[in-house]
Every structure is written in C-alpha cells, then in structure tokens.
C-alpha cells in the first residue's frame, strides 16, 4: 500500500471516532509521547486535528490509552496519555503460513488475517509461487493500519519469508510443538469444521496456504507424511489464496479459537 493511499483510507475510517495510533513509545500516564513526521503529518494535516483531540494509542505491550494531542507545531506533534482504557491482551496463538501473492491481494490477505485474530504472519516459498519476492516494510504497514482500525492491542507478528523446505526442515524443533493444518486442494471434499473439531486439543496451529497453482506434488507428499500436519479441505471450490486465507481462518476460528466464547 502506498503512503498516500494509506493515509486516505486511514482519514475516512476516523471521520466517525476517535483515532488509534500504534506507537513504539512506552505509555504511562502524563509521560509525552514525541510522534514521527509522518504520523504528525497525518494527524494535523490529513486529518486535520487541533491541539487537544482525543487519540486512542497503543504499543502492543502497555495496553490502550486515551491520550491528547500536545505540543503541536507546524511538522511536529505530541500525544500525553491520560488513563488506560484497555489492559493489554495477546493476539490468538494461530500463525498464517501464505505463499505471497501479487501486490493488491497481498495487501488484503494480510489485513484480513490481522483482522481475523493471526498473531504471527510469515510468506513461504514454495515451488510454484509466483512472487519472487515481497516488500516487507509494506506488509508491517498493512499489520499496523489493521491493528489501529479494528481495535486491536497488538501487531500481528510478521516473520520474514522462507522457503518451504527449510521451514519444515526446522518445524520439529519447535517448543512447543505446533501442528500444520495446510489447505489441500487435492483432499477429498468435506467438512472442514469435522475436521477441526477432530484437531481440538492437538494446538496450537499453524495455518498454511499454498500458492495459486497449488502445492507441487513433492511438498504434498512431504506435508502428508509428517505426523504433525492435517490436511483441510475448504470445500468442492478451488478458491484464489487470499480468499482461501480468510475462509480457512475463520473456520479455524470458529471451531478452535477465541470465537468459540469458552475456553475449549
């Protein structure tokens, strides 16, 4: 997403209440926060705030504040917090494992799977992705804007990409252990939330799509043959990745994460 596109978007969304803003900065109660240019530039000149408006922040780590806007000056600006609002909470313990997609698909399937409750996201090379390679500072920037629209306390965690191979060579060695539930195009058609219901207990997950024309048949077989992977199949349709992305994690989220409303 480019710069000005961004902010655009961002502008119409606060029109209607208060702004969020992620911040690096620690907050604590009258501590001032210095903001960037660029987040200056866009509360007083984009958004077109005065000194004194009210700015929800968040850090990922000190919970949500009600802040002020201080100190401003024609390119510069500061936030004073306040009062919490929110205690700080994690994201879901679910990773999204995608093969990268071009650009403007990319941008959703990263900002959905925000959205949707992925705490760690991470691009996987695999051998009929048909992206070389991604702009990382441009996936952060879609984690941070889906953070800041939709309540969220926390980034997601983006991972930088790897090859398909090497993440499964170092898969085993996690503590703890992390089973794959990976999107088969080629499994028999059926009840994806049977299959997860099955999956329950077994946690936590990570989920992998493939690329656009699917999973070579060598990554099929080695996904297969590991014991601790699961095959899901999404249904009769072939579905596009960025589509796929938000159908699987929903179902996901729906039979084993935090839409269930309990604790199983």
């Known amino acids: 997403m480019e710069k000005s596109e961004g902010i655009e978007r961002a502008a119409e969304r606060c029109a209607t209440g208060k702004t969020r803003l992620y911040v690096t900065a620690d907050l604590a109660a009258g501590v001032p926060v210095q903001l960037g240019r660029?987040?200056?530039?866009y509360l007083l000149n984009v958004l077109r705030l005065k000194e004194g408006a009210p700015i929800l922040a968040f850090n990922g780590r000190d919970g949500e504040w009600l802040c002020t806007l201080s100190e401003v000056r024609k390119k510069a600006a500061s936030l004073l917090p306040e009062r919490m609002t929110r205690a700080q909470e994690g994201l879901p313990d679910i990773w999204l494992l995608f093969a990268p997609v071009?650009?403007?698909r990319l941008d959703y399937m990263v900002q959905k799977a925000a959205e949707m409750g992925a705490g760690v996201i991470q691009p996987v090379m695999t051998r009929f992705t048909n992206v070389a390679r991604v702009k990382e500072e441009r996936i952060e920037a879609n984690l941070i804007e889906a953070a800041e629209q939709c309540g969220l306390l926390t980034v997601p965690e983006f991972r930088e990409p790897q090859s398909l191979e090497k993440l499964l060579d170092g898969w085993s060695g996690q503590t703890p252990a992390r089973r794959i539930l990976f999107c088969d195009e080629s499994a028999p058609p059926g009840s994806a939330l049977a299959q997860l219901e099955g999956e329950r207990g077994k946690g936590?997950?990570?989920?992998?799509?493939g690329p656009e024309g699917g999973f070579a048949p060598e990554e099929r077989e080695r996904l297969l043959a590991r014991d601790d992977t699961c095959a899901l199949s999404l249904g009769p349709r072939i579905m596009r990745a960025d589509?796929?992305?938000?159908a699987a994690l929903a179902a996901v989220q729906l039979?084993?994460?935090d839409w269930r409303g309990d604790d199983g």
């Open 38 to 41: 660029d987040q200056a530039h």
């Open 102 to 104: 071009k650009k403007a």
């Open 204 to 209: 936590p997950f990570a989920l992998l799509i």
């Open 243 to 246: 589509t796929a992305a938000v």
């Open 255 to 257: 039979v084993l994460g």
